[in-house]
């Protein structure tokens, strides 16, 4: 069983920046392709950005050349660097991890708060 912690998150203004760590358990983790998603009250759970065991990274709209996404094999450890942080990205994000089999496991959750 894959366990997933997600740390890093809490209160930041507008255009300041935070990273986002997700821990996991399992050691095949070099296997799993990650990913971080967020849902904001009242909204769906989204896609933020992912990253695949080969290093191929995708992004939202919303935050493309604002977040990067990294992974550290070493650790067991992917990250979210959020930079020029706007009030609407205000969610609780969360950290998934798929394997080959299409199997998906879920952190549970950390809020990111942006505001003055």
């Known amino acids: 069983q894959v366990q997933l912690v997600e740390s890093g998150g809490g209160l930041v203004q507008p255009g300041g920046s935070l990273r986002l760590s997700c821990a996991a358990s399992?050691?095949?983790?070099?296997?799993?392709?990650m990913s971080w998603y967020r849902q904001a009250p009242g909204k769906e759970r989204e896609l933020v950005a992912g990253?695949?065991?080969?290093?191929?990274?995708n992004y939202a709209d919303s935050v493309k050349g604002r977040f990067t996404i990294s992974r550290d094999t070493a650790k067991r450890t992917v990250y979210l660097q959020m930079n020029s942080l706007k009030p609407e990205d205000t969610a609780v994000y969360y950290c998934?991890?798929?394997?080959?089999?299409?199997?998906?496991?879920w952190g549970q959750g950390t809020q990111v708060t942006v505001s003055s």
């Open positions: 998934k991890a798929r394997n080959l089999t299409g199997l998906a496991y």
């Open positions: 399992e050691f095949t983790f070099s296997s799993y392709v």
């Open positions: 990253i695949t065991r080969a290093g191929i990274r």
